[in-house]
């Protein structure tokens, strides 16, 4: 088992999961308070620490203009974890990615031709666009300009360490 550490803005929002290393290194540079820990013990020859559960920037970081990477999480994100077909919401597990322009006919894999959609509705779609399969798209897609802190945390809700769920929205 992997002990992964949430990592806090300074308002007590999630940022991104990382690594026990990683939180505790930050923890003696002074750049992160140690909010809560777990308890299984983190040894070295000189020092035992409880290993950091959550872990809270002491200072923002001005993140600059950044784009929102492509990637499932985010589609699912900006889709609302949605089928855009039969507007019925899922688990990430029973979801994929379709091209509204299938790639067999020269669609490509960015913001504006992929949604989210459940198993059943991508097999009824099959190799056609959504008006040849008499299919209405929910929204059209489009890159999105941010998405809610979740879409940087790779979790589900039934997934998270008790230690977290005070922290999650």
């Known amino acids: 088992m992997t002990i992964r550490t949430l990592l806090l803005t300074p308002w007590m929002t999630p940022h991104r999961v ?21 308890d299984e013990l983190i040894r070295s020859p000189s020092l035992t620490i409880r290993a950091p559960a959550v872990v809270r920037q002491r200072r923002a970081r ?34 994929n990615i379709d091209h509204v322009m299938p790639r067999s006919r020269g669609g490509a894999t ?9 198993y059943p509705c991508n097999q009824k779609k099959a190799g056609r666009t959504p008006e040849e ?6 929204k059209r897609p489009v890159r999105p300009t941010s998405l ?4 940087r945390l790779d979790a589900d ?3 998270l360490p008790a230690l977290w769920k005070a922290f999650w929205f």
């Open 157 to 159: 809700q039934s997934e």
């Open 18 to 38: 990382i690594s026990y290393e990683r939180a505790i290194v930050l923890s003696f540079l002074g750049k992160v308070e140690v909010v809560a820990e777990y």
């Open 148 to 151: 809610p802190a979740r879409a």
């Open 62 to 95: 001005h993140a600059g203009k950044t784009r929102v990477t492509f990637s499932r999480l985010n589609v699912f994100t900006r889709d609302g974890f949605t089928c855009q077909y039969c507007r019925v919401t899922f688990e990430r597990r029973e979801l």
């Open 133 to 138: 399969a008499e299919m209405k798209l929910l």
């Open 110 to 118: 960015t913001w504006d031709n992929v949604v989210t959609s459940c």
